[in-house]
């Protein structure tokens, strides 16, 4: 078999592979977020930011699509595989058991806030992707989602789930790529919860202040 | 502080390998809080014996903390409530009068059950034969700092050398992992300079006989430090990472 093949289907080649997709991933959640922030600015400010990001980057917008599609199918699968070898470590579970002082509740929920971020962001991409753009446009998709109170919740919760998966999974992709020094640690471990709580709150905040401001 | 407990145990009975276990409940009465948690199921098995009873079968040899034989898990935790010890240092004085304790087998895939509490783990065995060694001439002891060691390496290296493979790791692991033994090897060896010539083959085929063995994969959960009698921290992980990326991608190993 091919070496490479070997080396990220292999325990820790697998970890590491779901560590590199996944900081790829916050770093698009970094750009997704200041541009969706626009809208703070007001909707021309939104649209034209819109505008400019599909004109001046028109190679750049759908090759990162491309990366982005096959980095997640990769977290999906690779995710999925280790789910089911984990649960296949201890067939039979334990009658009682506790948290020892390790696991968070970001730790504990991974596959499952995992999951529930792949039915957001599939839902997500069709209501703003894969959506006809020509009698509407990216603003008014907008207002006409978050006027909905189902449609403002369901974001809320999603965005709960990016964050608690985050604040494990930033700081343990680090870990995974070997990164870990007294140094350093303290940075990684607080830096990864702050990025999730303000990727949630800040992602968040956009269906509130439409509900509230702009319906 | 002086004084007996009384206690109701939950102990899962199994009466051998591959076969239907369920949880029995005992009554242990008037035990004295300076004993072991061992020696507490010591003095419950003496009475199952003298009733006619089979004992609670576990497992056991040094009682002081380093054999690494003892081991169940109490109450929800490897090695029970207090940190970094085994079971059989485990005293009856972190228990309350009326306490219900609940003990179970290390439960994993690559430790099979052989009877009640004592669990095979001769994967770990396996896993030590896959790389966890230096291959070395045998003669006459060499010459004393003939190799050069930083006392800081050496520190490091005997912080994870102090693994005494008792499965705890495994056991609170929520994936089953047997990462962070498989690391306090790895990283115990990588850090001195006899074990850098064999470090890329042994990271890699340590860690691909964990995964054939059947454990888990690392989830980076933290549970396996928190239950390390000999507090073996993460950071070993992190080396084993480090070693498994250079291995992997830059040593002719595969």
Redesign the interface.
């Known amino acids: 078999m091919n070496w490479f093949i070997i080396f990220i289907t292999s325990s820790v080649g697998k970890k590491l592979v779901m560590a590199f997709t996944g900081l790829c991933f916050v770093l698009f959640i970094i750009v997704h977020l200041f541009g969706n922030l626009t809208i703070f600015l007001g909707k021309e400010s939104f649209l034209s930011y819109v505008e400019d990001l599909h004109r001046s980057h028109k190679y750049l917008i759908p090759l990162a699509e491309v990366f982005l599609l096959i980095f997640g199918l990769l977290h999906i699968v690779f995710g999925l595989v280790l789910y089911i070898q984990n649960l296949k470590a201890r067939p039979i579970s334990y009658n009682l058991r506790k948290n020892a002082g390790g696991r968070t509740v970001g730790s504990g929920t991974m596959p499952y806030t995992g999951l529930f971020l792949l039915i957001f962001i599939s839902l997500h991409l069709v209501r703003f992707r894969f959506v006809e753009k020509i009698t509407q446009n990216d603003f008014t998709i907008l207002i006409n989602t978050f006027n909905n109170l189902g449609y403002v919740i369901f974001y809320i919760l999603a965005m709960v789930a990016l964050g608690l998966h985050l604040s494990h999974g930033i700081w343990s992709s680090f870990q995974t790529f070997g990164v870990n020094h007294p140094k350093y640690n303290g940075l990684i471990e607080k830096g990864g919860i702050l990025l999730s709580i303000l990727f949630a709150v800040g992602f968040a905040s956009i269906p509130i202040y439409i509900f509230t401001k702009l319906s | 502080m002086n004084g007996t407990i009384n206690l109701t145990l939950?102990v899962?009975r199994q009466p051998g390998p591959g076969q239907k276990g369920k949880?029995e409940i005992y009554q242990a009465k008037d035990i004295n809080i300076h004993m072991s948690f061992l020696e507490m199921l010591d003095v419950v098995n003496e009475e199952l014996i003298l009733s006619g009873k089979d004992p609670i079968a576990f497992d056991h040899d040094c009682r002081e903390g380093i054999c690494g034989m003892c081991g169940a898990?109490v109450?929800?935790?490897?090695h029970g409530p207090k940190?970094g010890t085994t079971l059989c240092q485990l005293h009856m004085r972190h228990f309350r009068d009326g306490d219900t304790i609940?003990i179970?087998p290390f439960?994993?895939?690559?430790f099979p059950i052989i009877r009640d509490l004592v669990v095979d783990r001769s994967a770990f065995d396996e896993i030590i034969i896959a790389g966890g060694y230096i291959s070395v001439n045998t003669g006459s002891a060499p010459d004393a700092n003939s190799i050069p060691v930083p006392p800081q390496n050496a520190e490091l290296a005997m912080d994870a050398a102090a693994c005494i493979g008792c499965g705890a790791c495994v056991a609170?692991c929520?994936?089953?992992?047997a990462m962070l033994f498989v690391a306090s090897k790895v990283s115990h060896l990588a850090l001195l300079p006899q074990g850098r010539p064999e470090a890329a083959k042994r990271v890699?085929s340590m860690?691909?006989r964990?995964?054939e063995l059947?454990?888990?994969?690392?989830?980076?959960?933290?549970?396996?430090?928190?239950?390390c009698p000999k507090q073996i921290s993460?950071?070993h992980?992190?080396?084993?990472?480090?070693?498994?990326?250079k291995a992997?991608?830059f040593s002719r190993e595969?």
């Open positions: 939950k899962w949880f898990v109450n929800g935790k490897a940190k609940v179970e439960r994993s895939k690559a609170q929520p994936n089953g992992s890699l860690t691909g964990m995964k059947g454990f888990g994969n690392c989830g980076n959960e933290r549970e396996c430090e928190a239950v993460i950071s992980i992190a080396r084993l990472n480090r070693e498994f990326l992997g991608l595969t």
